[in-house]
C-alpha cells in the first residue's frame, strides 16, 4: 500500500523468469552474489514475480529479456538475429498483456548488427510495444560508444524508446573497460533527445557516474545489480543535493530478491522528493509508466 509515508515503488529492472534449464547459472555471477535463492537457476514463474510485487507493494516494473549465452571472456554472448528477437518480444508482450498496467517491457539487441540492429529497434517498439532497449556491452563484446552502435541509437531515439546500458566492472568475467561510464559521454552529446539509462552505476568509475548526471539531462542512473544499503555516498549525496529526479530504484530480480531490494531500498537515506523519485517516480517518468 502506498501513503504519503512511502512513496510508490517502480521497479526499473525485472529479468523475464528463466524457463527450467533455460539458462546455466554463470559461476562467477553466483559466487558473487552469494545467493541461496533458486530464482536466478529457474523454475520460478511471472506469478511468482507478481504475487511478490503484491506482497511487498511493487506497484509496477520494467520487465527485461536479453537473449545470451554464458561464452569465455573475449567470447561475445549475445543472442542476434530477427527470429531471436521476435521470440522475446513475443513473450514479454504476452506477460504485459495478461497483467495490464503492470509491465512495461525491454528487450536486448545487438548493435554489431549496425543498420540491421535500427531495423530490430523499430520491429520491436512497433510491433510488440517494447519500451526500453538494452544493451550489455561486456555480452556484445564493443563499447558503449562504438560507430557500430550509432544505428540502433538513432532508431530508439526516432522511436521514443529509452535506452540502458551497463556500465562499470561486470559481475560476469568479461572485459570492463567497454563499460567505463564516461564512455556515455559523446553518445548523449551525439543523441540529446535520446533518454539513456546508466544501469550498476558505474563502479570503479563512480565519480565518472555523477558528472554524466550532471553534466547530461537526458542521462540518469538505475541501482539495479546493488544491493541498496550499499549504493556509494557520492550517488546518494548527487540525488538529495543536486538533482532528485535522475536516480531510480531496481531490484534486477533474480540476482537480488525483489524483497531485499525493497527493504533496503525504502531505508535509503534520502528525503522528499529524492525519496519519492528513487523509489518509484523518475523512472515512471522516465519511461512512461501511467502518462
Known amino acids: 500500500m502506498t501513503t504519503a509515508a512511502e512513496p510508490a515503488v517502480f521497479d526499473a529492472w525485472i ?29 520460478e514463474t511471472i506469478a511468482d514475480v507478481v504475487a511478490e510485487m503484491d506482497r511487498l507493494g511493487v506497484e509496477a516494473g520494467v520487465l527485461t529479456k536479453v537473449p545470451r549465452d554464458i561464452t569465455p571472456p573475449y567470447v561475445h554472448g549475445t543472442k542476434s538475429g530477427e527470429q531471436v528477437l521476435r521470440d522475446t518480444c513475443e513473450r514479454l508482450a504476452k506477460i504485459a498483456a495478461d497483467h495490464p ?46 560507430k557500430l552502435a550509432y544505428p540502433l541509437y538513432t532508431a530508439a531515439c526516432d522511436e521514443g524508446a529509452v535506452v540502458s546500458i551497463n556500465v562499470g566492472v561486470p559481475g560476469p568475467m568479461k572485459p570492463a573497460k567497454l563499460q567505463r561510464t564516461i564512455l556515455i559521454d559523446e553518445v548523449a552529446l551525439a543523441f540529446p533527445e535520446l533518454k539513456l539509462v546508466m544501469s550498476h552505476l558505474g563502479d570503479p568509475w563512480i565519480s565518472e557516474t555523477v558528472a554524466m548526471l550532471i553534466k547530461h539531462p537526458n542521462v540518469f542512473a538505475m541501482t539495479a545489480g546493488w544491493a541498496p544499503k550499499y549504493i556509494p555516498e557520492e550517488i546518494l549525496r548527487f540525488a538529495e ?35 519519492e523519485g528513487y523509489l518509484g517516480a523518475n523512472a515512471r517518468k522516465v519511461f512512461g509508466h501511467g502518462l
Do not use: Q
Open 101 to 146: 498496467g503492470r509491465f512495461l517491457t525491454s528487450v536486448g539487441i545487438d548493435p554489431r548488427l549496425g543498420y540491421e540492429a535500427a531495423k530490430h529497434v523499430r520491429i520491436a517498439v512497433r510491433e510488440y510495444g517494447i519500451t526500453c532497449i538494452r544493451i550489455i556491452p561486456m555480452f556484445t563484446g564493443i563499447a558503449i560508444d562504438d
Open 15 to 43: 529479468n523475464l523468469p528463466y524457463l527450467p534449464g533455460e539458462v546455466t547459472p554463470d559461476p562467477s555471477v553466483v559466487a558473487r552474489f552469494k545467493r541461496g535463492n533458486s530464482a536466478y537457476e529457474g523454475g
Open 241 to 275: 543535493r543536486r538533482n532528485p529526479g535522475k536516480l531510480m530504484w531496481a531490484s534486477d530480480y533474480p540476482i537480488l530478491p525483489i524483497e531485499r531490494a525493497v527493504v533496503e531500498g525504502r531505508a535509503v537515506p534520502l528525503t522528499g522528493a529524492a525519496r
